[in-house]
């Protein structure tokens, strides 16, 4: 299984209870799946975390996104046709969407067409929760894959499904 990650993924493990400077093991267990080819981070997903804010806390992750290595191994080379967005637009938001519902969206439709690619061997992983009441440009990640038949889960089944501890290495 290959499991593409939303930028949430890494900020909320980071901000929330892995802290970079605090479990370096979960970052250097995350960098190794990368390597080995099972996580990896559409470009798309990268782009919203890679520009830094300032912030001290939200710096240390910045340095390890953009580090030469973790971004060559976590972000995915492979590049999703337009096509493919504008169906999981249409089909698991809304076929009329306006442009302010676009930019509320953001770029979550290209990591659910990256993992429509293979959805047999492709998860999402995202911390968004679902909420199937939500409609259009509300609805949420698990929810639009849901219908589109891509599989999801959140960090917590991503750790268990990739054994992560800190003596992973052991």
């Given at each position: ?32 799946h ?14 919203e ?38 169906h ?45 009441g ?7 990640i ?29």
């Amino acid at each position: 299984m290959l499991y593409l990650l939303d930028a949430n993924v890494l900020i909320t493990a980071h901000n929330d209870y892995y802290p970079v400077n605090r479990v370096p093991e979960f970052w250097d267990w995350l960098l190794h799946h990368a390597q080995e080819g099972h996580v990896k981070m559409p470009l798309e997903m990268y782009e919203e975390i890679k520009d830094g804010t300032g912030d001290t806390e939200k710096d240390r992750l910045l340095g390890w996104v953009k580090d030469g290595k973790v971004k060559d191994a976590l972000v995915l080379s492979e590049e999703v046709r337009i096509e493919d967005v504008q169906h999981v637009l249409a089909q698991g938001y809304a076929p009329d969407l306006n442009d302010i519902e676009l930019e509320r969206i953001g770029r979550d439709p290209f990591l659910i067409a990256y993992a429509l690619l293979a959805p047999a061997e492709r998860c999402v992983v995202s911390n968004e929760v679902s909420a199937p009441g939500k409609q259009r440009a509300n609805r949420r990640i698990p929810d639009v894959c849901r219908v589109l038949g891509a599989a999801t889960c959140n960090t917590f089944a991503l750790v268990k499904a990739l054994d992560f501890s800190t003596g992973w290495r052991g």
